[in-house]
């Protein structure tokens, strides 16, 4: 497992922006997927986003398309998210998230190591 910290969540009013971003120990087994999730209250954990560090591949959901970007820093061991025309649908608790495995990367059950999270709150 990698220790993970997010940071760089707040308040924001509707149409606005933040960038997360979330650094990770050194991992002594190739990461497959980085991984953003979110949660609001009662609701389940959903994926946000995920980036391939081996390819630079990136993934989104859709509502977050044209809005949101991944990206990450390998040297920096750090993993971002690019949040614009931000929605108060967009508020909940963001993780990020590595996996070590294969598996899809929209799923919880495929990460094994999760960050301690970082609110945002998106206000009309």
């Known amino acids: 497992q990698v220790q993970l910290v997010e940071s760089g969540g707040g308040s924001v009013q509707a149409g606005g922006s933040l960038r997360l971003s979330c650094t990770h120990s050194?991992?002594?087994?190739?990461?497959?997927?980085m991984g953003w999730f979110r949660q609001t209250p009662g609701q389940e954990r959903e994926g946000v986003g995920a980036?391939?560090?081996?390819?630079?591949?990136?993934f989104r959901k859709d509502s977050v398309k044209g809005r949101f970007s991944i990206s990450r820093d390998n040297a920096k061991r750090t993993l971002y998210l690019q949040m614009n025309s931000l929605k108060e649908e967009d508020t909940g608790m963001y993780y990020c998230a590595a996996a070590s495995g294969l598996g899809p990367w929209s799923r919880v059950e495929t990460y094994e190591s999760w960050g301690q999270g970082t609110q945002v709150t998106v206000s009309s």
């Open positions: 980036i391939s560090p081996r390819t630079g591949m990136t």
């Open positions: 050194a991992s002594t087994r190739p990461i497959i997927w």
